[in-house]
């Protein structure tokens, strides 16, 4: 009986053996072809290695049937399975192998439905590489390139709804990534970059699960530079008030605009009654969905998944991102607008600070150009010669009387001061050479008492420079002084 059991066990534990020698992902797409030409026997037989995780002998064999027979109707199938092979054989540089060799089966058949398949493979290789929205992003912004590829190169592959759905899955996490960036700007104030982050985030990533907290943030922002602006910049003869209410109006309708947005848009979102606050605080029109918009919303609401305890908990422990809160409704988007870039913002604001002080100022019509004003005399202006060195009036810049131009200035040389010794022509003789091998040996006392006076001038020279820099004031930075937090 003991013996029969442990048989039992033997066939149990060769059977679990040969059942994880098998790779369940590798299938045989001309399994169904019956031939018995030895090109489909080459790829039969490359097939079943990799079956078994043979992956070098699949490739060898696959590489053979490819030299063999140029002209066989399975080197197209047999070129895409040696990149099949890298791919299942994993690791990073299993995995940049088979990209490379699916690059190059798009290259040599860009017409074969199979290319379409290549691409997508492509593109989930650096699907599967992702890291979490903390992390390198590297991958994810690969997989929306590539996904992207597939949907733009090939659009009547029957590939396009599982394309669309890992791009979908691939821009919640780049959109997530953007949205702890701009909240890490908001919550230190610094509104300038918040918004550049935030407004790009909104334009980009319509569908990204956080949108309506994203357009609360960035309404927040505008409010806040308009409260800025309002307490902050004095008003004086050269920036009266119309200039600053202007300003001030300019930030609260991109407020307005951004809570208007998500009441119209995303009417479903737990957002919106906060945006109706808002808009009521400052006064403004509250706008109302439309029933297109509130079906859209919520059909899209209603597609997304959710994360319990075990989900997060399990979470932390892995390397990819949690992507249960993609929408699984619409249509990603496939061209990036124009990114907003706080550099370009500053500027912007700056250049509209101007316009409105040269309009106050009554340059240009207020249309933000400068005029020249012509002196008060009413003489015309003209351009004078440059001043010169020679003119008898250096440093004052101005002249009342135009130059001479047939004025010959004199140049007088000067002498350099000699204070050695000079010969009998007045030119200066050179040092005398001192050779100290010829030298009688100086006395040590005088040469002690030397050393000591020498030392103690030092120590004295140290002491008072010493107390010339410490009696020096600091040096005043240089630089613009911050007068809005923008």
Same mark, same amino acid.
């Given at each position: 009986?003991?013996?029969?059991?442990?048989?039992?066990?033997?066939?149990?534990?060769?059977?679990?053996?040969?059942?994880?020698?098998?790779?369940?992902?590798?299938?045989?797409?001309?399994?169904?072809?019956?031939?018995?030409?030895?090109?489909?026997?080459?790829?039969?037989?490359?097939?079943?290695?990799?079956?078994?995780?043979?992956?070098?002998?699949?490739?060898?064999?696959?590489?053979?049937?490819?030299?063999?027979?140029?002209?066989?109707?399975?080197?197209?199938?047999?070129?895409?399975?040696?990149?099949?092979?890298?791919?299942?054989?994993?690791?990073?540089?299993?995995?940049?192998? +088979? $990209?490379? #060799? =699916?690059?190059?089966? *798009?290259?040599? !058949? /860009?017409?074969?439905?199979?290319?379409? %398949? &290549?691409?997508?493979?492509?593109?989930?290789?650096?699907?599967?590489?992702?890291?979490?929205?903390?992390?390198?992003?590297?991958?994810?912004?690969? +997989? $929306?390139? #590539? =996904?992207?590829?597939? *949907?733009?190169? !090939? /659009?009547?592959?029957?590939?396009?709804? %599982? &394309?669309?759905?890992?791009?979908?899955?691939?821009?919640?996490?780049?959109?997530?990534?953007?949205?702890?960036?701009?909240?890490?700007y908001y919550m230190r104030e610094?509104?300038?970059?918040?918004?550049?982050?935030?407004?790009?985030?909104?334009?980009?990533?319509?569908?990204?699960?956080?949108?309506?907290?994203?357009?609360?943030m960035l309404g927040n922002c505008?409010?806040?530079?308009?409260?800025?602006?309002?307490?902050?910049m004095p008003v004086s003869k050269?920036?009266?008030?119309?200039?600053?209410?202007?300003?001030?109006?300019?930030?609260?309708?991109?407020?307005?605009?951004?809570?208007?947005?998500?009441?119209?848009?995303?009417?479903?979102?737990?957002?919106?009654?906060?945006?109706?606050?808002?808009?009521?605080?400052?006064?403004?029109?509250?706008?109302?969905?439309?029933?297109?918009?509130?079906?859209?919303?919520?059909?899209?609401?209603?597609?997304?998944?959710?994360?319990?305890?075990?989900?997060?908990?399990?979470?932390?422990?892995?390397?990819?991102?949690?992507?249960?809160?993609?929408?699984?409704?619409?249509?990603?988007?496939?061209?990036?607008?124009?990114?907003?870039?706080?550099?370009?913002?500053?500027?912007?604001?700056?250049?509209?600070?101007?316009?409105?002080?040269?309009?106050?100022?009554?340059?240009?019509?207020?249309?933000?150009?400068?005029?020249?004003?012509?002196?008060?005399?009413?003489?015309?202006?003209?351009?004078?010669?440059?001043?010169?060195?020679?003119?008898?009036?250096?440093?004052?810049?101005?002249?009342?009387?135009?130059?001479?131009?047939?004025?010959?200035?004199?140049?007088?040389?000067?002498?350099?001061?000699?204070?050695?010794?000079?010969?009998?022509?007045?030119?200066?003789?050179?040092?005398?050479?001192?050779?100290?091998?010829?030298?009688?040996?100086?006395?040590?006392?005088?040469?002690?008492?030397?050393?000591?006076?020498?030392?103690?001038?030092?120590?004295?020279?140290?002491?008072?420079?010493?107390?010339?820099?410490?009696?020096?004031?600091?040096?005043?930075?240089?630089?613009?002084?911050?007068?809005?937090?923008?």
């Amino acid at each position: 009986m003991m013996k029969r059991f442990i048989s039992v066990l033997g066939i149990m534990a060769v059977l679990f053996a040969l059942a994880a020698c098998s790779n369940k992902k590798v299938n045989n797409p001309i399994a169904q072809v019956d031939s018995k030409q030895p090109d489909k026997m080459l790829f039969d037989r490359a097939m079943d290695a990799m079956k078994h995780n043979k992956f070098d002998v699949a490739r060898l064999t696959l590489q053979t049937l490819i030299n063999t027979y140029p002209d066989s109707e399975f080197v197209a199938r047999a070129k895409l399975a040696i990149g099949d092979s890298w791919y299942a054989e994993g690791g990073s540089a299993a995995m940049t192998q +088979a $990209e490379n #060799e =699916y690059k190059d089966f *798009i290259t040599f !058949f /860009p017409n074969m439905p199979e290319a379409a %398949e &290549a691409q997508l493979k492509i593109a989930n290789i650096h699907y599967r590489e992702m890291e979490k929205p903390d992390r390198d992003f590297t991958h994810a912004m690969r +997989a $929306e390139e #590539e =996904y992207r590829n597939l *949907i733009n190169q !090939f /659009p009547d592959s029957k590939l396009i709804p %599982e &394309a669309k759905q890992r791009l979908l899955d691939v821009q919640e996490v780049l959109a997530e990534r953007e949205f702890r960036i701009g909240r890490f700007y908001y919550m230190r104030e610094s509104y300038n970059a918040a918004v550049a982050r935030l407004k790009s985030l909104a334009d980009t990533y319509p569908l990204y699960s956080k949108a309506d907290e994203t357009l609360y943030m960035l309404g927040n922002c505008y409010a806040r530079q308009a409260e800025n602006i309002r307490n902050s910049m004095p008003v004086s003869k050269q920036f009266p008030e119309s200039a600053k209410g202007n300003l001030v109006k300019e930030r609260e309708d991109k407020a307005a605009a951004a809570y208007a947005k998500i009441i119209t848009r995303y009417p479903m979102t737990d957002r919106v009654g906060d945006a109706k606050k808002a808009l009521e605080a400052m006064h403004r029109p509250i706008p109302t969905p439309t029933p297109e918009a509130i079906a859209q919303n919520k059909a899209e609401e209603e597609s997304r998944g959710s994360t319990g305890m075990y989900g997060r908990l399990k979470g932390n422990l892995r390397k990819g991102p949690d992507m249960a809160q993609a929408v699984h409704k619409g249509e990603p988007v496939l061209v990036d607008p124009q990114q907003t870039s706080a550099p370009e913002e500053l500027k912007q604001f700056n250049e509209r600070v101007f316009q409105e002080v040269a309009a106050a100022q009554g340059h240009g019509g207020g249309s933000g150009s400068l005029a020249i004003e012509a002196p008060k005399d009413g003489a015309p202006l003209t351009n004078g010669p440059a001043p010169r060195s020679d003119s008898g009036t250096q440093g004052s810049g101005e002249t009342n009387a135009p130059p001479d131009p047939n004025a010959i200035p004199v140049l007088t040389p000067v002498a350099p001061e000699t204070t050695g010794p000079q010969d009998n022509a007045g030119q200066a003789l050179p040092p005398t050479q001192i050779n100290e091998a010829n030298q009688p040996p100086a006395d040590p006392n005088a040469a002690s008492s030397s050393s000591s006076s020498s030392t103690a001038n030092q120590a004295g020279q140290s002491t008072q420079s010493n107390n010339d820099y410490s009696t020096n004031k600091p040096k005043k930075k240089k630089g613009l002084r911050k007068i809005i937090p923008f």
